[in-house]
Nanobody, 125 residues
Framework: VQLQASGGGLVQAGGSLRLSCAASGRTLSSYALGWFRQVPGKEREFVAT????????SYSDSAKGRFTASRDNAKNTVYLQMNSLKPEDTAVYYC???????????????????WGQGTLVTVSS
């Protein structure tokens, strides 16, 4: 599976961005799809995951209520709608896919087998 993330950019605090992650090589319908983010010098941080069916999503505490993860299996694409952005949301955002995820591992990056290249989100104050 090859993943290509896009949609990052510069936005003012309080603004919105929608990230997309398109897949090629295999259909995404059999994978859980996640979003992580990373700032220099820190570990990659879980943001959200959408289960295979697309009906269930899980979020980090920082993302809950502001971000919405969704997927379109027909388009082989996963999305992250980010609203009410804060300067501390500034990071490189990565999409990832996992065929082995269970409920206790959704926040753990090592359980995702495929990763996109990342897209930079910068939130100015």
């Amino acid at each position: 599976v090859q993943l290509q993330a896009s949609g990052g950019g510069l936005v003012q605090a309080g603004g919105s961005l929608r990230l997309s992650c398109a897949a090629s090589g295999r259909t995404l319908s059999s994978y859980a799809l996640g979003w992580f983010r990373q700032v220099p010098g820190k570990e990659r941080e879980f943001v959200a995951t959408v289960r295979r069916s697309g009906s269930t999503a899980s979020y980090s505490d920082s993302a809950k209520g502001r971000f919405t993860a969704s997927r379109d299996n027909a388009k082989n694409t996963v999305y992250l709608q980010m609203n009410s952005l804060k300067p501390e949301d500034t990071a490189v955002y990565y999409c990832a896919a996992s065929s082995t995820l269970i409920s206790t591992t959704i926040t753990m990056s090592r359980f995702y087998q495929y990763w996109g290249q990342g897209t930079l989100v910068t939130v100015s104050s």
